[in-house]
């Protein structure tokens, strides 16, 4: 395998990153505020790793049905609710990834 610029990873300046996309930063900023949305409806940490995976799939279903239905549905709706999924799958998945470390496994015991 060659190493090249691609393969080889380099620093990144994550601020400078944003400053150069300023609609990323503008996600970025919507998705964190979901996630405090999200974690205030049900904290991950009370769920063990299968229920809280369940929505995951569920978010994403329904990102994907709205998706499916920008040839014949009104662009301006349909576009609302692909932000909105989008942006709570994006949430969801942050919150999982996050917090996987804190999770119990499907069969482990609380301890005393």
């Known amino acids: 395998m060659k190493i090249n610029r691609l393969t080889v990873p ?3 300046d994550v601020c400078d990153f944003l400053n150069r996309n300023p609609s990323v930063k503008a996600a970025i900023e919507a998705v964190i505020e979901e996630c405090v949305k ?3 409806r049900e ?3 009370e ?3 299968v229920r809280a995976t369940i929505p995951l799939p569920i978010v994403a279903g329904n990102l994907l049905d709205a ?3 920008t040839h014949y549905d009104d662009w301006v709706e349909t576009r609302e ?3 909105r999924e989008a942006l709570r799958l994006a ?3 942050l919150l999982y990834y996050a917090k996987i ?3 119990k496994s499907e069969g482990q015991q609380e301890e005393v």
């Open 43 to 45: 904290p991950i940490e």
């Open 38 to 40: 999200e974690e205030a």
């Open 47 to 49: 769920l063990d790793v």
């Open 101 to 103: 470390g804190s999770l």
């Open 81 to 83: 609710k692909l932000h």
């Open 91 to 93: 949430a969801l998945a």
């Open 67 to 69: 998706a499916g239905h």
């Open 10 to 12: 380099e620093e990144i």
